[in-house]
């Protein structure tokens, strides 16, 4: 049977750099999945998914893809819409994340890059990085952002998990409170020891 990589999970709350340092992993060579970007691709422009998000929600699509706005005000507060475009988006992203771990098969270590992990289960990795920053670096990143208001912000929270829990529940906490040398450091050490751990033929299951 052939060995497949090692998954590691990559998570963080908004305002965290995530974005960040899912770039480091891909510097130092580590494959990743992102799965907002895949999200983005199936429903932008000539995205395979239009056609049935149309038909399920007729006037929220378009030529450059969903118009997130009407969507958005589509299953906003709507639990029985919300769990109809989950059921139209979430097996076409396992589908990709599928193809991307078939592509990657030869390497050691890869990364899923998930914003909502903890919120949807961690079963699909092999352990989990969450990316952490003290409030108020958080809270200054996030408003200097185009349209987000304090109130935006607070409501984004709500919807997911804590920082705190996020990194009790963590294998690995990858801290960008420090200076960004300090923070690649960190993120090329966990390389080497995951990669070294895949090598070796370490088990893959560490306590996620």
């Keep these: 049977m052939s060995k497949r990589p090692f998954i590691l999970g990559l998570t ?48 929220t699509t378009g030529a450059n893809g969903v118009d997130r706005g009407k969507l958005g005000a589509a299953v906003f507060g709507n639990p029985g819409q919300l769990k109809l475009l989950e059921q139209i988006v979430h097996p076409a992203v396992a589908a990709e994340r599928e193809r991307f771990l078939a592509e990657s098969a030869g390497a050691p270590l890869v990364v899923f890059d998930i914003p909502l992990l903890f ?14 920053a003290p409030a108020e670096s958080q809270r200054e990143r996030v408003l200097a952002r185009p349209g987000m208001t304090a109130e935006k912000f607070e409501a984004i929270l709500a919807l997911q998990v804590p ?40 088990s893959h299951a560490m306590g996620t």
């Design 119 to 132: 919120e949807k289960g961690t079963s699909s990795v092999d352990a989990v990085a969450v990316v952490s």
């Design 163 to 202: 920082d705190a829990e996020k990194r009790a529940r963590a294998d690995f906490v990858i801290d960008t409170g420090v200076p960004l040398a300090e923070t690649r450091a960190e993120v090329a050490a966990l390389v080497e020891r995951l990669r070294g751990e895949a090598g070796h033929g370490e």
């Design 12 to 59: 963080g709350s908004i305002g965290m750099g995530k974005s960040a340092v899912a770039a480091m992993f891909r510097d130092l060579g580590v494959p990743v999945f992102d799965a907002d970007a895949c999200v983005h691709r199936l429903q932008g422009a000539g995205g395979r998914l239009l056609p049935e998000i149309e038909s399920a929600f007729p006037g």
